[in-house]
């Protein structure tokens, strides 16, 4: 008889263990369902970009005005475009026969200027060979020198498309320069 309690007790032991096990797997599962969706939460409201809501209840009609044109400004604005002219090699002013050889990428605003640009690559090309030409092995050698030669390539090739300020190349990009 004291073996059968005893049995008895361990069979409700068993079957009380099954249970805690499904109960703690139960816990765990909202607890972490829990987490997820808080974090998703505030992941949300940290990484999107209002600035009427982010505003403290000051001037929220300014805010919003300045919200707006702001977005006008964005859906106007249109990626820039690279034109790669072809290599250019010139003889440099010097009594030693150095050579510059160089690869341009000119940064425009829109596809618009770039038709511009195609339309007297001729030239262009023509204008920045006599540009080059024309200096001095050690005007180009230095990176001042470099740059002063990015504006004066930018400045011939607006002058020669007809553009001005941010109408017009944006960059020059000297993506090889070799002088030998």
Do not use: C, W
């Amino acid at each position: 008889m004291a073996e059968a309690k005893l049995d008895t007790k361990a069979e409700v032991k068993k079957e009380g263990a099954p249970k805690k096990k499904i109960l703690m797997f139960i816990i765990i599962g909202v607890v972490v369902m829990v987490l997820l969706v808080g974090g998703g939460l505030a992941a949300y409201l940290l990484l999107r970009s209002d600035p009427v809501a982010d505003d403290a209840g000051g001037n929220s009609a300014h805010s919003a005005a300045d919200t707006k044109a702001s977005k006008k400004k964005e859906e106007n604005k249109h990626p820039t475009v690279f034109e790669k002219l072809p290599v250019f090699t010139v003889n440099l002013n010097s009594e030693e026969g150095e050579v510059l050889q160089t690869e341009i990428a000119l940064e425009l605003p829109d596809a618009h200027v770039q038709e511009s640009v195609k339309q007297v690559l001729p030239k262009i090309q023509g204008g920045i060979n006599k540009l080059l030409s024309a200096k001095r092995p050690e005007e180009v050698k230095t990176p001042d020198g470099r740059n002063k030669l990015e504006v004066e390539v930018k400045g011939m090739v607006n002058k020669i498309i007809g553009a001005e300020g941010e109408d017009g190349v944006l960059s020059v990009n000297f993506t090889s320069f070799i002088v030998r």
